[in-house]
């Protein structure tokens, strides 16, 4: 599975971006499907994921009720809308995908819960 992620850019504090991270290579309708970021000298973190086969999604505490991350099976393309962007949301975005091997919500709120990774996309919010 290749991902490509696209959609970064550079925004205003308090304004929207939508991420797009498009699979190709294999259908992944069924995987677990989520986005990382990394700030400058910081851990890649956690940030959303999507559980296709249960229809479950789950977010990172400091992005609840600003990030949204919803998929299109028939587009293969998973997406990343985030509201109310502030300057600590500046950071490469990263998509990645697994098949479902686990059912805990925990195990895939973290990296090693990944197989497949885009390359990443910089999101820059400005003050």
């Known amino acids: 599975v290749q991902l490509q992620a696209s959609g970064g850019g550079l925004v205003q504090v308090g304004g929207s971006l939508t991420l797009s991270c498009t699979a190709s290579g294999r259908t992944f309708s069924n995987y677990v499907v989520a986005w990382f970021r990394q700030a400058p000298d910081k851990e890649r973190e956690f940030v959303a994921a999507?559980?296709?086969?249960?229809?479950?999604?789950f977010y990172a505490d400091s992005v609840k009720g600003r990030f949204t991350i919803s998929r299109d099976n028939a587009k293969n393309t998973v997406y990343l809308r985030m509201n109310s962007l502030n300057p600590e949301d500046t950071a490469v975005y990263y998509c990645?995908?697994?098949?479902?091997?686990?059912?805990?919500?925990?195990?895939?709120?973290?990296?090693?819960?990944?197989?497949?990774w885009g390359q990443g996309t910089q999101v820059t919010v400005s003050s």
């Open positions: 999507n559980r296709g086969s249960v229809g479950s999604t």
């Open positions: 990645a995908a697994d098949p479902p091997r686990q059912t805990s919500d925990l195990y895939y709120r973290s990296r090693n819960g990944y197989t497949y």
